[in-house]
């Protein structure tokens, strides 16, 4: 019954950390998107866009793509 419960618990972590991930790479390829569209590059070019402003901000990658995905929603609001 342990192990039961145990394997139940590691089941719901993992499918958890999954969402995380999904999420993460969902929020990742809009703002790809986004640097593509504004700075006419592709897709290997917008990703190296990402990975530099998150080295050069300390940031993880999904938290500077999550900036750049809100700062576009809200300033397609005030328009």
């Known amino acids: 019954m342990l192990a039961n419960a145990h ?3 590691d089941a ?3 499918s958890a950390r999954l969402g ?3 999420e993460a790479r969902s929020v ?20 190296d866009v990402l990975v530099k ?3 050069r901000e300390n940031l993880k990658l999904r938290e ?3 900036r750049i995905v809100d700062d576009t929603i ?6």
């Open 7 to 9: 394997a139940y618990w």
């Open 12 to 14: 719901r972590q993992l």
């Open 20 to 22: 995380e991930a999904m």
């Open 28 to 47: 990742i390829e809009q703002a790809k998107g986004i640097l593509m569209s504004a700075q006419g590059c592709d897709d290997a070019q917008a990703f």
């Open 53 to 55: 402003a998150s080295q």
């Open 64 to 66: 500077v793509a999550r």
């Open 74 to 79: 809200a300033r397609g609001r005030r328009t």
